[in-house]
């Protein structure tokens, strides 16, 4: 079956770094998101990747290694509005998204 | 200002009803999806759309039915709800292409009594 794992719940401080990681095994694979959910909202879009590496993006950054089945997402100079649950989705050969129950992430002052 | 309009927002309705969740975009993207969301817990699909008059189902799809019959809407059916229907409903579109990220609308939270 196809399987996404991510750590129930994280706590940082603010001001410092966190790394979220999600390990995958799916059927194919074409493409590895994260994205960010505030309780009661909606999720939006943080990053994609499909080839192996770091990309950066302001305070945020995602990393892919398609032959370990693993990506991490990384917080930088936390700040309480960075309180969230970060969902990691990753498409399989068919396109379709799964996803994982996502990581909620508990800043602290 | 939204571009995906979800309503109603919340809606407590009692058991054996038939209830429609409205989904409207002004992106006027091809792709739009239903999703089912339990607190804490993964999103599933429910249903999804590729264009007009094509509609397929997902994981979740065999109590409810959706249309899509202009570009823009996309409405969820449930024909006779039930408690175990309680949960968030996510809209989503997708611009076209395989890989383009998902822009979700605020949700309709329902419970079901």
Redesign the interface.
């Known amino acids: 079956g196809q399987n996404i794992d991510q750590p129930t719940e994280m706590t940082a401080t603010e001001g410092a770094i966190v790394q979220i990681n999600c390990t995958y095994q799916t059927s194919g694979f074409n493409g590895l998101f994260w994205y960010q959910q505030h309780a009661g909202e909606a999720p939006t879009f943080l990053s994609y990747n499909v080839l192996d590496g770091l990309e950066e993006k302001g305070r945020f950054s995602s990393f892919l290694s398609r032959s370990k089945g693993y990506s991490y997402l990384l917080l930088k100079e936390l700040q309480m509005k960075d309180s969230a649950s970060y969902l990691c989705a990753v498409l399989d050969s068919n396109y379709q998204l799964i996803w994982g129950a996502g990581t909620k992430l508990i800043i602290k002052p | 200002e939204a571009d995906i309009y979800q309503t109603p927002r919340y809606l407590v309705i009692g058991t054996g009803k038939k209830i429609t969740l409205e989904c409207s975009q002004t992106m006027g993207h091809d792709k739009m999806y239903w999703y089912q969301q339990d607190p804490?817990?993964?999103?599933?699909?429910i249903h999804y759309s590729y264009g007009v008059n094509s509609t397929e189902k997902g994981d979740l799809s065999s109590e409810s039915t959706v249309s899509r019959i202009r570009t823009e809407h996309f409405p969820l059916t449930l024909e006779s709800a039930r408690p175990s229907h309680t949960s968030q409903y996510?809209c989503a579109t997708q611009r076209a292409g395989?890989?383009g990220?998902?822009?979700?609308?605020?949700?309709s939270r329902l419970t079901v009594l």
């Open positions: 804490g817990m993964e999103l599933h699909l996510l395989d890989t990220e998902l822009f979700f609308g605020e949700g």
